[in-house]
C-alpha cells in the first residue's frame, strides 16, 4: 500500500480547559475520498482546521507529502497541494463567479491565458460554464456550493478538503456535487476529505470512514462497516434507556 498523503499522530487541540480533540490519529491514501463524520460537536470542525492549518494543534503532528507541516498555516499548507472549502462558504458574494474562481488560481498559476484557461475548465465542471458573468451571490444556493467546490478545485490541489459542501442542498442539487466530486476524483487524481452530516451522501460516495465522538475516535472502515458498528449506531441514536 503507498504511504498516506496526510498523516496525523496524536493530535491534540485545546480550548482554554476544554480538550476539543484528544489524540487523534488518521491517515488519508492517494486517489481517496474518506469521510470524517460524528454527532454534534464531536470534533469534526476542529479537527479539520487543524489539519488544514487553520488551528495549530495543541499536540501531535502532521505529516502531508512525506513532510512534517504540524502548525504551518492555511497559506502555507494551500502551496504545498492541500486546499480547503469553508463550511459558510468559500465565495466572494459580490464578485463575479469569473473573479471567484480566479481567486483559486492566483497561488497556483502566473500566467493569464493559463488562467482563463483553467477557469474555463473549472467552470465547465462543476456546471458553472453559462453563469462566469453573474454576481456570485445572486446564484441559488446549489450553484454558490458548487462555486466554493470550484475555487477550492481551481487550484488544482492534492489534496481537497471539502468542509460541508452539502449543506442546505435537495437530492438533485446533492446528486449533481457527488457527480463533480467523483469526477474531481477520478479525472485528475485528486484526493477528497470530505466533512459532511448528509450520511446517505458519505456512504455513497466514501471509501473510508473515520467517526468522531467527544473528540476522540470512534471507529474508522467502510461505510457497511460504519452503518454496522454497534459504537457507532449509540453514538448517533443514543443507548434508547
Same mark, same amino acid.
Given at each position: 500500500?503507498?504511504? !498516506? ?8 487541540? /485545546?480550548?482554554?480547559? =476544554? ?40 499536540? &501531535? ?19 504545498? &497541494?492541500?486546499? /480547503? ?23 497556483? =498559476? ?5 488562467? $482563463? ?39 488544482? !490541489? ?5 468542509? $460541508? ?55 474508522? #472502515?467502510? !461505510? ?13 441514536? #443514543?443507548?434508547?434507556?
Amino acid at each position: 500500500m503507498s504511504e !498516506p498523503i496526510l498523516r496525523a499522530e496524536n493530535i491534540s487541540r /485545546r480550548f482554554g480547559g =476544554l480538550l476539543a480533540v484528544s489524540e487523534f490519529n488518521f491517515d488519508i491514501r492517494p486517489g481517496e475520498v474518506l469521510g470524517l463524520i460524528g454527532p454534534n460537536g464531536a470534533g469534526k470542525s476542529t479537527t479539520f482546521n487543524v489539519i488544514s492549518g487553520y488551528y495549530k494543534p495543541t499536540s &501531535g503532528h502532521i505529516t502531508f507529502l512525506g513532510q512534517d507541516v504540524t502548525g504551518l498555516s492555511t497559506v502555507a499548507m494551500s502551496r504545498r &497541494g492541500l486546499v /480547503r472549502t469553508f463550511q459558510h462558504g468559500s465565495l466572494l458574494k459580490g464578485m463575479s463567479v469569473r473573479d471567484n474562481i480566479l481567486m483559486g488560481t492566483l497561488r497556483s =498559476l502566473r500566467d493569464n491565458a493559463a488562467r $482563463e484557461k483553467r477557469i474555463a475548465e473549472t467552470a465547465e465542471m462543476v456546471g458553472l460554464a453559462d453563469m462566469l458573468d453573474m454576481v456570485a451571490g445572486s446564484l441559488p444556493h446549489g450553484h454558490q456550493r458548487m462555486l466554493s467546490i470550484a475555487i477550492g478545485f481551481a487550484a488544482r !490541489p492534492k489534496l481537497l478538503c471539502l468542509d $460541508e459542501p452539502l449543506a442546505g442542498l435537495n437530492h438533485t442539487e446533492m446528486g449533481a456535487a457527488l457527480a463533480v466530486m467523483q469526477r474531481i476524483r477520478d479525472d485528475f487524481g485528486t484526493t477528497i476529505l470530505l466533512v459532511d452530516h448528509n450520511m446517505r451522501a458519505i456512504m455513497q460516495i466514501c471509501e473510508r470512514i473515520v467517526v468522531l465522538n467527544y473528540g476522540r475516535k470512534l471507529a474508522e #472502515g467502510t !461505510p457497511a462497516e460504519i452503518r454496522n458498528n454497534p459504537d457507532v449506531i449509540r453514538a448517533y441514536l #443514543g443507548d434508547g434507556e
